[in-house]
């Protein structure tokens, strides 16, 4: 059985729990944790609070893969 491969710009977003300091600054893939350069595809928002501190991270994921 052949593994596939995620691909990251459509990958189902994760909780901000866990996020290394690069993934929430949008310095690295939210999914694979790649350094980003060219090309990174922007994914949004993870919102998520605790009491009155909000936890909002902007993030950014690898570009789609071109197809050969």
């Given at each position: ?12 977003l994760?909780s901000?729990?866990g ?20 090309g990174?595809?922007?994914?949004g ?6 009491g ?6 902007e ?10």
């Open positions: 059985m052949a593994a596939t491969k995620t691909v990251c710009a459509t990958a189902p994760p901000a729990d996020l290394t300091w690069d993934q929430a600054a949008g310095r690295a893939c939210i999914i694979c944790n790649k350094r980003l350069t060219v990174a595809v922007y994914r928002w993870i919102r998520e609070q605790i009155a501190h909000r936890l909002d991270k993030v950014w994921a690898c570009p789609i893969p071109e197809e050969a």
